[in-house]
């Protein structure tokens, strides 16, 4: 079956550093790959997605690079800033985006940005 | 206001109570989801509907019921509420796949539900 693994966290970063949070996935065929983004007391938001192998999606300095060869989707920012804190969380959907199918989340790596 | 909208925001209540946790949108989507979200393990997904007369159980659909009353609203009840069912439960949306339709899920703010 599909299944998603990140990095555990919490990752403590200071402002200005460069992050880098881990995803693998396993699943068969060619999935669409995604992060979504939960602020405190919110739900979760679309943050980018990639759906071949060698896209990389980005939105508001965030980037991630679908890897089939690693069936990896990394997600980085080069410079974090305190607004970046919240939980992170990795996610696939078989048979491309708009075949239908649900979504299988990571356990969600939580971010915490010091001033 | 938000477009979709979830009561409860929290509830506590005691093992054996029946439950109800109501969504509503505004996004005029046919797709609708009930993911539950516990520590360390995500979101996974109790209970999806494509349409009104549609309705699917997810991975983990035990102990829950599900009614989709209209396009706009969807409700997930616990009939007899148990203490391992304390979780934040979130409802989310999502356009058909036809119309230029971009995929992506839309989340309520979540319910926090805690089972003494």
């Known amino acids: 079956g599909n299944s998603v693994t990140q990095m555990e966290g919490p990752v403590t970063l200071s402002e200005e550093a460069f992050l880098t949070i881990n995803c693998t996935y396993t699943?068969?065929?060619?999935?669409?790959l995604f992060w979504y983004v939960q602020y405190p007391g919110e739900g979760l938001q679309l943050l980018l997605k990639?759906?071949?192998?060698?896209d990389k999606g980005s939105n508001k300095g965030f980037e991630a690079t679908y890897r089939k060869e690693t069936t990896s989707f990394h997600l980085e920012k080069g410079s974090v800033q305190v607004s970046d804190s919240a939980v992170y969380f990795c996610?696939?959907?078989?048979?491309?985006?708009?075949?239908?199918?649900?979504?299988?989340f990571g356990g969600g790596t939580r971010l915490m940005v010091k001033p | 206001d938000a477009d979709v909208t979830q009561t409860p925001r929290n509830r506590i209540t005691k093992t054996g109570k029946r439950i109800m946790l109501e969504c509503s949108q505004t996004?005029?989507?046919?797709?609708m989801y009930w993911y539950r979200q516990d520590p360390g393990l995500g979101l996974r997904l109790i209970y999806y509907?494509?349409?009104?007369?549609?309705?699917n159980k997810g991975e983990i659909s035990d102990g829950y019921s599900v009614s989709r009353q209209a396009q706009a609203k969807f409700s997930l009840s616990l009939e007899s509420a148990i203490p391992n069912q304390t979780a934040l439960y979130f409802c989310?949306?999502?356009?058909?796949?036809?119309?230029?339709?971009?995929?992506?899920?839309?989340f309520g703010e979540g319910s926090r539900l805690t089972v003494l």
């Open positions: 989310a949306t999502r356009a058909g796949t036809g119309g230029g339709s971009t995929g992506e899920l839309f």
């Open positions: 699943a068969t065929g060619y999935p669409s």
């Open positions: 990639a759906t071949k192998a060698d």
């Open positions: 996610a696939l959907s078989r048979a491309g985006w708009n075949a239908g199918n649900m979504l299988t």
């Open positions: 996004k005029g989507h046919d797709r």
């Open positions: 509907s494509f349409d009104v007369k549609d309705i």
